[in-house]
């Protein structure tokens, strides 16, 4: 029988190409039963697998934090007639890290998921039964605005996919919903995330668990048994070994600390930020130095 071709779709810009090595290597470990070709959007001019057969590199300007996550709808239908070849499309944000075994079948939407899409629940809120506490954009002048009292699950903008049609139906929608904002001056609350869930929220769509996006600095709080459960983990930038996301984002050259006074810097930037009446500011000093416990 043959194996259901499958595009993995990777954005890597500036300092992100650091994640690259280690995911494309464990997709190719532990993603079963499919053909995979990975479409990266970079600007780095080498890196490993650069070369690889089933590596396409397309060439993508560095346009600074939000663009160069809210634009990614746009870099997708770039390739729209190209990817139109695979059964299947999944996107993966570049600190996704495969861990254990993932059959195909596993995330592939089925005939009663109509939209056709499979999208991985955002790994802090997996629990609540109140759609008015989750994060959502709420402001009616946004085209990813949900209203409150609506809404069952938020799921992360960190993977999502499905077949091939519907997601690409559904990059249409969002690409032209996110240049409307911007053309109006807004910039959604979690950016091309609230954007997905906005176009999720009324949909049947196949929801990912907890384990297909489990956050690595919370590993070390659960047993074995329940780690060898977990299927694909999300890499927690603001960790010193991938230097912050300050720096990854290329906001700083400066890497978050990796020493003994760490953890009581970030204590300081929690207690300090209590005091700052802007939200946005308070939110900027709270998580200077990040939080990888």
Known sequence: MKKPKVAILYIALGRYI????DFYESCEKHLLNCDKHYFIWTDNKSFD??????????GAQKMGWPFDT??????????????QKYDYVYFFNANMLFVNDVDLAEITPQSWHESGIVAGVHPFFYKSDNPDILPYERRCQSTAAVPYGIGKYYVCGAFNGGCVDAFFKMCKVLSKNVQTDLNNGIEAIVDDESHLNAYLVDKTFLLAGRAYGFPEGHLRHIRQKERDLIKIISRHKENP???GVRWLRGQTD????N????????????????????PQKRRKVKKYFGSYS
């Not at 650091?18 to 090595?21: D, E, V």
């Not at 697998?49 to 397309?58: H, L, Q, W």
Request: glycine letters at 2%.
């Open 18 to 21: 650091c994640f690259w090595k």
């Open 49 to 58: 697998y650069y070369d690889a057969k089933n590596v396409t590199v397309s």
């Open 70 to 83: 809210v634009l990614r709808f746009e870099m997708f239908l770039q390739r729209q007639k190209e990817l």
């Open 241 to 243: 070994k991938y230097g």
């Open 254 to 257: 400066r890497k978050t600390p």
């Open 259 to 278: 020493n003994i006074f760490t953890p009581l810097l970030i204590k300081m930037c929690r207690f300090i930020s209590v005091f700052i009446m802007n």
